[in-house]
């Protein structure tokens, strides 16, 4: 596994990162423990919110009761909390209120039911899609068959209703892609995120097709395979019921949705990598849930009105596989509890004497080994505190990467070169292995000219890079050719024109740079990017790209006071609009207030008598 999110992005960290920043200040500024509220409580909030949807479709408790417990205890949630997969977690608990709220905006018309039903399902998709982008094409595609089959079925008196319908569902979708301003963006520029998802699998083996088939994304979960297997023959039942096919139709073409987007997730079809498909395995979850509760629901009344036959002990021996389901899970997860985020041993950490030296020199970076054999290295490139929340959902610069890649695999090689002069051009000052350290790495770690073994005291074995490395640096002519073509100086070429490091924050910078030769390079160990700007006595410095991948500038003979920055003006204005969006949507989305006059009912005014027609004397007659 590999990641270069420590090589410095300038992409804009994931909304999810806004959502948990609210949820954390509900939790008095925690955000860990919003992430254990979320993950860990995935199952409990799942179980819930399937309980409060399932009142559309049966009114029986018992059978809510089993609905609930079965679709919280699926592999889906396990897994989830065993790898640790926050977007599945999040995914479990949304869908089924996302998709009761998608099936209101086609059968209910705006113009009775009212339109602050859009604007809410909306935003609720946006809270959902922050984590977990699948779940927006995953509730897009059905609300596009369905919106197809109402204009299709509708008669020309309702065809007006069928557009309002149509049009509250564009609503919803609009207002979830608005609300994710400006990285929603990225879901049109980058379709493979909103199919795949954003998250990389970390060496995870591709499940097969029947745990597909059995909603288990992650076959080291420690979920029991057949768990499911009454769920899903229950949903196959359901379309066995002749008044409700309609609905269980319904609930299978998303599950068919979600098998199909699992599939591509886990295999990596085409254009996509391998990824973990929890996400759409939760949504397949929920309507197959609904699937079995109409299945369910009336099923022992209406097999008493039909003589004994094949179908009395078919249904009895999938009520007993679907009812032993949930609770052969429940015990399982008990006894066996889940390997990842409840793992108590302590994680790895770097040293506090290495950190406090990093302290001094923001910008430094971490490369942290983990080995699995002599032709498998994992890595991972990070901050000295390591990879904030977020971080993993980046979007990854390719060559970064694969510049990357070769300088590990020339680091694991016992033979020597001049992959920790590479390394410092990525700011890198320590190479961590967490301890045991396999010998054969350690011999080619000590074999390298570049690095000097750190005798810390800790869980972690330490090299320390000898090139001087800096976030911010100032390259010599001599070497400044070798950086624009993209090759490494040898460290005799660095013994005799050293690079210059300059005092950098962890973001901007603010120097004196020295007069001295023409062809001298500004290179900043950061992803190059438009946005970075580079002054010197406030003339703008002309921005080249150095290694193939850093941001660099074109230094004069002449010294002066540098600043540098980057500029995140479009940045700022679309998380402006972002949060003006947010308001009117939250606006247009709450309930109306009734006023305390409109519940008084006006009193009824009486019609006034109507006066006695005068008498004529002649008519007057005698009644007997």
């Not at 989830?80 to 086609?106: E, Q, S």
């Not at 390591?386 to 990467?401: H, M, N, Q, S």
């Not at 460290?491 to 690079?499: K, S, V």
Request: glycine share 10%; charged share 15%.
């Amino acid at each position: 596994w590999r990641s270069a999110v420590g090589a410095g992005s300038s992409a804009g960290a994931p909304p999810g990162v806004a959502v948990l920043a609210g949820l954390s200040t509900l939790l008095l500024g925690k955000p860990w423990l919003a992430v254990d509220v979320l993950l860990l409580g995935c199952v409990p909030l799942a179980g819930a919110s399937a309980y409060a949807v399932l009142r559309r479709l049966t009114d029986s408790p018992l059978l809510r009761v089993w609905a609930a417990a079965a679709y919280a205890l699926v592999p889906v949630g396990l897994g989830a909390v065993a790898t640790g997969h926050l977007d599945a977690a999040v995914a479990l608990v949304a869908a089924p209120p996302l998709l009761l709220a998608g099936y209101r905006l086609l059968a209910e018309d705006p113009r009775y039911a009212g339109w602050r039903a859009p604007f809410g399902t909306g935003s609720g998709l946006a809270a959902a899609m922050a984590f977990a982008p699948q779940l927006g094409l995953l509730l897009a595609v059905p609300l596009a068959f369905g919106a197809l089959a109402v204009l299709l079925a509708a008669t020309p008196a309702s065809r007006a209703g069928a557009v309002r319908r149509i049009a509250a569902v564009v609503v919803a979708l609009g207002t979830a892609f608005a609300l994710l301003l400006p990285w929603s963006v990225r879901l049109i520029t980058e379709p493979a995120v909103l199919v795949g998802g954003a998250h990389a699998v970390r060496g995870a083996p591709a499940p097969s097709t029947y745990d597909l088939l059995l909603l288990r994304p992650d076959p080291r979960a420690g979920a029991l395979l057949f768990v499911s297997a009454g769920l899903l023959l229950a949903a196959l039942a359901g379309l066995l019921r002749e008044r409700r096919t309609s609905a269980a139709l319904a609930c299978w073409g998303v599950a068919f949705a979600g098998y199909a987007v699992a599939w591509a997730t886990a295999r990596g079809a085409g254009p996509l990598r391998p990824g973990f498909p929890g996400v759409p395995l939760a949504v397949t979850a929920a309507a197959l849930t609904g699937s079995a509760v109409v299945a369910a629901e009336g099923a022992r009344t209406k097999l008493a009105g039909v003589s004994f036959g094949w179908r009395q002990p078919a249904a009895a021996a999938n009520a007993l596989l679907a009812a032993l389901g949930p609770l052969v899970a429940a015990g399982t997860w008990v006894a066996r509890g889940a390997a990842g985020p409840l793992d108590r041993r302590a994680p790895a950490a770097l040293p506090a004497a290495a950190v406090a030296q990093l302290d001094r020199a923001p910008g430094s970076r971490v490369l942290w080994l983990r080995p699995e054999d002599p032709a498998h290295v994992s890595y991972v490139l990070t901050a000295p505190e390591g990879p904030d929340i977020g971080d993993a959902d980046l979007p990854r610069p390719g060559v970064a990467l694969r510049t990357l890649d070769r300088l590990v695999a020339d680091l694991a090689v016992p033979r020597g070169s001049n992959a920790a002069e590479g390394l410092a051009t990525y700011a890198v000052r320590y190479v961590a292995v967490p301890d045991p350290v396999p010998l054969w790495l350690a011999d080619a770690l000590d074999a390298q000219a570049g690095l000097a073994r750190v005798n810390f005291q800790g869980a972690v074995r330490v090299w320390r890079t000898l090139t001087p490395a800096s976030r911010l640096t100032v390259v010599p002519p001599d070497l400044a050719g070798a950086a624009r073509r993209g090759t490494f100086a040898t460290r005799d070429q660095l013994r005799l024109t050293p690079p210059e490091p300059l005092p950098s924050g962890r973001e901007a910078a603010r120097a004196t740079v020295p007069p001295g030769t023409p062809g001298r390079l500004l290179v900043l160990a950061e992803r190059a990017d438009r946005g970075w700007v580079a002054t010197l006595d406030g003339k703008p410095l002309h921005r080249v790209t150095v290694w193939g991948w850093a941001q660099g500038f074109e230094l004069p003979a002449f010294g002066g006071e540098l600043r540098l920055r980057h500029d995140g003006t479009r940045r700022t204005a679309a998380l402006a609009l972002e949060g003006l969006l947010l308001l009117v949507a939250a606006v247009l989305a709450a309930p109306s207030v009734r006023r305390a006059d409109d519940a008084v009912e006006p009193e009824p005014v009486e019609a006034p008598e109507e006066a006695p027609a005068p008498v004529a004397a002649g008519n007057v007659r005698a009644v007997p």
